[in-house]
């Protein structure tokens, strides 16, 4: 019998749960017209930075990102100038094998390549998911970044450049250092900011 | 203001015109199908738009938003969506059958309104047998179900329209018991008499101590086994069977079944309203406002219900019915005999 | 009534592999006397996507974002325990900050997967909101590792030597916000089905696996919990720095779906416990020792496991010291052990008690198939 009363209760105290939720307020979005702000961390797509100041991008074509990543969904191509650096010809992000997980942005040495918090890139046709340079590039351009990782010379840009971290990209043109990458070492770009 | 004036009026009306008294009668009985069936149609609407509100709600969610205002337009653009879709026949299925059981599914669910009383003297047809002719037509439902099982030629479609049998039927009897101690207690099956014996609040059924509240309570678990509503959900168990019976049907069809489902839903709550709260008697609002508001209280009851417990198992479903239900529902019927005879609390 | 006479034919049903209830694409053969199962026979292989042939062509810390495919509902502990492996082989030292770090994700995955399970367990028995009122709880967790390492389903987070970046400053009183609201929603999920009649039987002596049965297929996890046996690896084989916490191993010796799902029901409070205490303990320092890219693990074998909310979670990893990759990778998962003594827990059940019963295992397709 007091089994019984117990379950009829527990009716009733289920049903005050859905009562007590009712007039709660929604916790859901109206989606495309309400967002959630993403973390300046999360991992979305895959972008090119440019330079804050020149726009130019920060890669070098070192390699680095395309050998660590783990679905080869980078591709580089590389050629050399006139004065024999490597620079920078064609960048190919494939998004459609890409598994964001961020190991090219750790990777890399020169602050060049990101996942942004961006994450609408849906479309018809598989082809347009395959991103190129000028695509990168552009996706890129609002993306806010820290310029933690300067490239090699770190230690004697540590000074100057770690603590305050300042927004501009000034770093001592002619910092040297040795080069920690192991394999290819990255040659100067075109870019404002030099190694070497 | 009452409704009923307008239509006592429109059809004086009709009179009026002089056309033979059989051609008057056949009009306005049309005329009421339409707009019964009308009615209906907007019910439904009304009913899906609000069950998605009301389940949005209950899960802190929004529902639908999108089209109109909080989203009023959704089950109209969803229902225009069903209706132009394809109409796929199966190629294994028993043609026939499998054409004829929405239909079967819907006339079962459109029929009981006859005898409903909406409002004051706002009645279709006053039978003299009201009740027992709904409890009556409404198992239909369970025919559609079996023959859309049976035709539909999928073994999961079989164990649903075979689970709706065994439910159905089951849960008839219990609910018959229910409502018979009303109609003992009454001593007529016309749903005007039962309603009009309910004249004071205190009068209600579901007041009347000690059998009133257990008969109704009888009924309202009967009645969300008879139209198939979680927790009693059984013959379209989506998580175990993942249809049931109507697996195989989509678009129009489909649409014809779900209709029939939430008219039933409104059939059995006008019916619980009218037999335990009083039907359209209330104080200062007008009789229709009363019996739309009770009817519409049970459907949010029946919402509530469904958003809050998990299904039960087939089993446990018969044994519920057979050993709980009957037995009580037996001895609240023999309570209710003798209160009448005795002439207790026989106000 | 003799049952001989009035025999019935027997027929085959197909449960899956897409069917509502089965959790992915698991597939089912059950061959039905009317309602009641007579035999069952699990099919698997849908979700088969030849991760230890993938990880085989992949450097150490590339597996790890492979590893978080292994079983998408506990991307942490997958992370954590090949991290562990090749930490063992490598004798690769982590900082204790790391350590911490790494407890506090693996408890909070622990209750997201947790919540995930109880989710699912309502939806299956027919009841949808709780469903909503779990994910809404997941969402915070998720939310917090988003913050962390940006990603809400695989992390990517627990690295060789440590872990991938330190938490954001406005974790820790997040997670404590969380922690403290969550005990209460706990409460509201137990009154919503704990003491539900039609809960209780749905459950209650329903796919009963005796210690015996649990123990010959090497169940392990709730599940071989609630059939009586105080197993817990977090316990009884500490990895990282689970014995410096104190938290209690929920018991149950019916072995019914029942007791499964008490287990994990207590088991998300004590996660919770743990959480706290390690919030509390944790030192600042490092968060990861450094190891280089292609790093080569010395030539030799390891076996590692973890307890993960599924049970025993272990990654063998074979090295044979010249190549930067593994040289030959085998992953194990809980579920893959509980889909198979599940043909022993349906048999003379009905139809709607296979979908319970497969809930209350918390089977997860990707861990069975790899």
Not at chain 3, 68 to 73: M, S, T
Not at chain 3, 149 to 163: A, K, M
């Given at each position: 019998m007091k089994k019984l009363i117990d379950a009829i209760k527990n009716l009733f105290v289920g049903l005050g749960v859905t009562a007590k939720h009712l007039p709660r307020k929604h916790i859901t979005l109206q989606y495309p017209d309400e967002r959630w702000p993403m973390p300046e961390r999360s991992r979305g797509i895959v972008v090119l930075l440019s330079d804050k100041e020149t726009g130019e991008l920060n890669c070098t074509a070192c390699l680095l990102c395309m050998r660590s990543c783990p679905t080869a969904a980078i591709r580089i191509e590389h050629e050399k100038d006139e004065k024999g650096k490597r620079t920078l010809k064609e960048f190919t992000v494939d998004n459609t094998i890409c598994c964001f997980c961020g190991i090219c942005e750790e990777a890399c040495?020169?602050?060049?390549i990101k996942l942004a918090p961006k994450y609408e890139f849906a479309t018809y046709n598989k082809e347009d998911l395959i991103w190129t340079t000028k695509k990168l590039q552009e996706m890129g351009r609002d993306v806010p970044y820290e310029v933690?990782?300067?490239?090699?010379?770190e230690e004697k840009a540590k000074p100057e450049a770690k603590p305050a971290v300042p927004k501009t990209e000034e770093k001592p043109a002619e910092a040297k250092a040795e080069n920690p990458v192991p394999a290819e070492p990255p040659q100067v770009s075109d870019n404002k900011e030099e190694g070497k | 203001m009452e409704i009923a004036g307008i239509f006592k009026y429109l059809y004086e009306q009709l009179q009026a015109t002089g056309l033979p008294q059989n051609w008057v009668d056949l009009i306005s009985l049309l005329a009421a199908c339409f707009m019964i069936f009308g009615f209906l149609a907007l019910v439904v609407l009304f009913f899906v738009w609000w069950e998605r509100k009301v389940s949005a709600h209950f899960q802190q969610r929004l529902g639908p938003m999108r089209t109109g205002w909080h989203g009023w337009f959704q089950t109209i653009a969803d229902s225009i969506k069903l209706l132009t879709k394809e109409d796929i026949t199966p190629k294994a299925v028993d043609r026939p059958v499998f054409y004829w059981a929405p239909i079967v599914a819907f006339t079962a669910a459109f029929a009981p309104y006859v005898v409903i009383p909406f409002a004051k003297d706002l009645i279709v047809s006053d039978l003299n047998i009201g009740i027992l002719f709904v409890l009556a037509i409404t198992t239909f439902t369970v025919i559609s179900m079996l023959m859309a099982g049976w035709g539909s030629n999928n073994k999961y479609a079989l164990l649903g329209g075979m689970r709706s049998a065994a439910q159905v039927v089951s849960y008839e009897v219990p609910m018959v018991v229910s409502v018979l101690a009303v109609i003992v207690f009454v001593g007529s099956l016309s749903m005007v008499d039962i309603v009009t014996a309910q004249q004071q609040i205190y009068q209600w059924f579901i007041f009347r101590m000690p059998f009133g509240p257990i008969a109704f309570v009888i009924y309202l678990i009967a009645a969300t086994a008879e139209t198939n509503r979680a927790p009693f959900d059984l013959p379209e168990a989506e998580q175990e069977l993942v249809a049931g019976f109507n697996i195989e049907y989509s678009g129009m069809k489909w649409s014809v079944f779900f209709l029939a489902e939430y008219i039933n839903l409104f059939t059995v709550s006008a019916i619980g309203a009218t037999l335990f709260l009083g039907g359209w008697q209330g104080p200062f609002l007008p009789s229709w406002m009363w019996f739309l508001g009770k009817t519409l209280f049970l459907v949010f009851v029946f919402m509530w219900f469904r958003w809050t417990y998990p299904r039960l198992r087939v089993d446990h479903l018969m044994e519920f019915s057979w050993k709980v239900l009957i037995p009580v529902g037996f001895a609240n019927l023999i309570v209710a005999g003798l209160m009448k005879y005795s002439g207790w609390f026989n106000w | 009534m003799d049952t001989k006479e009035l025999r019935t034919e027997e027929f085959t049903i197909n449960m899956g592999p897409h069917h509502p209830s089965t959790h992915g694409v698991c597939r089912f053969k059950l061959t039905m006397d009317g309602e009641v199962i007579v035999r069952a026979e699990p099919v698997i292989g849908y979700l088969h996507r030849a991760l230890e042939k993938i990880c085989e062509n992949r450097t150490f810390p590339q597996c790890i974002p492979v590893m978080?495919?292994?079983?998408?509902?506990t991307s942490m502990s997958c992370n954590m325990v090949f991290a562990l492996a090749v930490e063992k082989l490598a004798g690769i030292q982590v900082p204790e900050r790391a350590e911490y770090l790494r407890v506090i994700m693996l408890e909070l995955n622990r209750i997201a997967s947790h919540l995930i399970w109880y989710g699912t367990t309502c939806l299956d028995l027919g009841a949808l909101t709780p469903f909503l009122y779990a994910f809404r709880e997941r969402e915070d967790i998720l939310d917090l590792f988003e913050m962390t390492?940006?990603?809400?389903?695989?992390?990517?987070?627990?690295?060789?030597?440590?872990?991938s970046r330190d938490i954001p400053e406005p974790f820790v009183p997040k997670a404590r916000k969380f922690l403290d609201e969550f005990d209460a929603r706990v409460d509201d999920y137990e009154a919503l089905l704990n003491g539900n009649p039609i809960f209780i039987t749905r459950n209650k002596d329903v796919g009963v696996m005796s210690k015996e049965l649990a123990l010959q297929y090497g169940v392990s996890g709730p599940a071989l919990r609630a059939s009586g046996v105080r197993f817990d690896l977090r316990r009884?084989?500490?990895?990282?720095?689970?014995?410096?916490f104190k938290f209690n191993i929920p018991v149950y010796h019916n072995g019914d779906c029942l007791d499964r799902y008490l287990v994990r029901m207590q088991e998300m409070r004590e996660s919770a416990k743990i959480v706290r205490q390690a919030l509390e303990q944790m030192p600042e320092g490092e968060i990861a020792t450094k190891i280089s890219p292609v790093f080569k693990a010395k030539e030799g074998e390891i076996y590692s496991r973890i307890e993960n909310s599924r049970g025993e979670m272990g990654v063998y990893i074979k090295a044979d010291g010249k190549e930067k990759k593994p040289y030959r990778v085998k992953m194990r998962g809980g579920s893959f052990n509980q889909l198979q003594v599940m043909p022993h827990l349906v048999v003379g059940h009905k139809i709607a008690d296979v979908v319970a019963i497969m809930a209350s295992l918390d089977i997860i397709m990707p861990e069975v198939d790899r």
């Open positions: 040495k020169f602050d060049a933690t990782r300067k490239k090699k010379g | - | 978080d495919r292994f079983e998408y509902c390492c940006g990603q809400r389903l695989t992390y990517n987070y627990i690295r060789i030597g440590g872990v009884d084989d500490p990895y990282g720095i689970y014995d410096r």
